[in-house]
């Protein structure tokens, strides 16, 4: 992993090109920050890795923000997670995605997960209900994601 971008403080990070996904960009956006820092990062990061590293802006994936529930927290509570889509509602939590060690999330990195919009307390956002792959994900005894409230 090599560092593309660093702009304001966010960090951009050019990913290998996998064979089912491609080149992508993982971006770390630090905690309250201002989304419209990223998109220029983004840019810039792209960018850097056409003159740096020959990867034309047309070989990226593209990617969205995704959330992810968090279990255990004592109450509702979603992380936004950079995704890579691959189409239908469907997207890819890479790999190599930090998990952070005191999160408990319903979906790991590697997941390949069905998104749907849902109300969240910031506004709609994509929100991933289910894996593609169990075996890719944990889920509760039952076999069922955790119940939660639509509204949080």
């Known amino acids: 992993m090599n560092l593309v971008a660093e702009h304001n403080g966010i960090l951009a990070r050019i990913r290998?090109?996998?064979?089912?996904?491609?080149?992508?960009?993982?971006?770390?956006?630090?905690?309250g920050e201002s989304r419209d820092y990223l998109q220029d990062t983004k840019e810039i990061a792209i960018s850097q890795a056409a003159e740096d590293y020959g990867i034309p802006a047309s070989a990226w994936q593209a990617t969205d923000e995704i959330h992810v529930y968090l279990r255990n927290e004592g109450t509702d509570v979603w992380r936004p997670v950079d995704a890579i889509r691959l189409g239908e509602g469907l997207f890819k939590i890479p790999g190599d995605t930090r998990l952070p060690d005191y999160e408990d999330w319903e979906f790991q990195p590697g997941s390949v997960v069905r998104c749907v919009a849902r109300k969240l307390s910031g506004g709609v956002r994509l929100t991933a209900i289910e894996a593609e792959e169990p075996?890719?994900?944990?889920?509760?005894g039952a076999g069922q994601p955790p119940t939660r409230s639509e509204s949080k």
């Open 16 to 31: 290998e090109d996998l064979p089912d996904i491609g080149w992508y960009l993982y971006v770390t956006l630090p905690s």
């Open 135 to 140: 075996n890719k994900t944990e889920q509760d």
